[in-house]
């Protein structure tokens, strides 16, 4: 399967057996995506992680 990049638009080919909330990267850009739907595939940016720094 194939879609594109949220973020720079280049084409990002995901495997079969991708699994709803996969984190992906885009070769292009490095961009992390998260897989939001299956039936259409949709990728939208995955959420930034917070530091917590030790609290």
């Known amino acids: 399967m ?3 990049c949220v ?3 280049a084409v990002i080919t995901v495997s079969e057996d991708v699994m709803q909330g996969e984190i992906l990267a885009c070769s292009d850009c490095g961009a992390e995506l998260e ?4 039936e259409p595939l949709t990728l939208d940016l995955a959420p930034m992680e917070m530091e917590d720094w030790g609290e």
Not at 35 to 38: N, P
């Open 2 to 4: 194939q879609t594109e």
């Open 7 to 9: 973020e720079c638009g």
């Open 35 to 38: 897989v939001i739907e299956l």
